[in-house]
């Protein structure tokens, strides 16, 4: 006798729910981006931002600064160029030279001196 696999009797399977966007949401976005980009208003929008950006005294320039950059300087470019894949910081601490250390040889120096509690 063999034994029997899958759902029991009287329980429906789960069905699967897709995977990413909705289908026709990528046309959507194509027609909201080319509305933006031909829009009259597009370049006053860039404009303000851009003037926000440069005014020290405007309390949203750094939400500009993120906005330009974003844009401007993505990451993602920086991390294809280099090929890595993956964004790192790396910091290089090297020592100083042992002739620079040397105790040899005396330095003169002024100091004043400081009666204290002590």
């Known amino acids: 006798m063999t034994a029997k696999t899958g759902n029991p009797v009287g329980r429906p399977?789960?069905?699967?729910?897709?995977?990413?966007?909705?289908?026709?949401?990528?046309?959507?976005?194509?027609?909201?981006?080319?509305?933006?980009?031909?829009?009259?208003?597009?370049?006053?929008?860039?404009?303000?931002?851009?003037d926000a950006a440069l005014d020290d005294d405007h309390k949203h320039q750094a939400v500009a600064w993120k906005l330009v950059v974003d844009r401007i300087a993505p990451l993602t470019n920086f991390t294809e160029a280099s090929g890595k894949g993956t964004p790192k910081v790396e910091i290089n601490i090297t020592g100083l030279s042992s002739s620079v250390l040397s105790t040899d040889e005396a330095v003169d120096g002024e100091f004043e001196e400081v009666e204290g509690d002590a």
């Open 13 to 50: 399977k789960k069905k699967k729910l897709p995977v990413g966007r909705p289908k026709g949401e990528a046309a959507i976005m194509k027609d909201y981006r080319m509305s933006m980009l031909n829009s009259p208003k597009s370049p006053k929008v860039l404009k303000r931002i851009l």
